[in-house]
């Protein structure tokens, strides 16, 4: 993980508002809409939930793909997301344009285990990143990520650098 240009950004998700805000030097620079998980807070593994705590970005993904390039298992698929696309493939859950995997920082909160079983955010596969400009963005319908629109995870995909902190709240 390197963090050697912007030792001084970090993100913070409020998930009660559902928004992100990208502060520098303690003071915020930018706002975006975002949607958390539809099935509320929580770190535990299948649990569909957006965890809370301390992380930081452990791998950006995506940075040369064009916006709505469709990924699945991190990798693009040469597809770009349509209206066309998305009614063809009901099924999928969309991530697009980008990907800002997180990786928790709290032993037993979102990293290892604790007693239900595991709670660890990087191996739950939990990102911000790009969904459909159709989707609904202020209220929480995502498996768990946190969902941008694709203009604006790009924007924010150039302003942090892998090692940036992300703190994700209830309020």
Not at 53 to 74: D, F, M, Q, T, Y
Not at 77 to 86: P, Q, V
Request: proline share 4%.
């Amino acid at each position: 993980m390197k963090n050697s240009n912007n030792l001084d950004i970090q993100i913070v998700i409020n998930i009660a508002q559902q928004y992100l805000t990208v502060h520098q030097q303690n003071k915020e620079i930018a706002r975006y809409s975002i949607s958390t998980a539809k099935n509320g807070i929580g770190s535990q593994q299948d649990s569909g939930c957006t965890p809370l705590g301390k992380h930081v970005i452990a791998e950006k993904i995506g940075g040369s793909v064009p916006s709505n390039a469709v990924l699945i298992g991190r990798v693009p698929t040469g597809e770009i997301y349509d209206a066309e696309l998305g009614k063809s493939h009901p099924e999928r859950d969309w991530i697009l344009s980008r990907i800002l995997w997180l990786s928790g920082l709290e032993e037993g909160v979102n990293k290892g285990a604790n007693s239900q079983g595991g709670c660890d955010t990087y191996k739950r596969y939990i990102y911000i990143h790009g969904t459909p400009d159709t989707e609904p963005m202020d209220a929480p319908f995502s498996h768990g990520c946190i969902r941008m629109r694709n203009a604006d995870i790009i924007q924010l995909f150039e302003q942090v650098s892998e090692g940036t902190f992300v703190t994700i709240t209830a309020e």
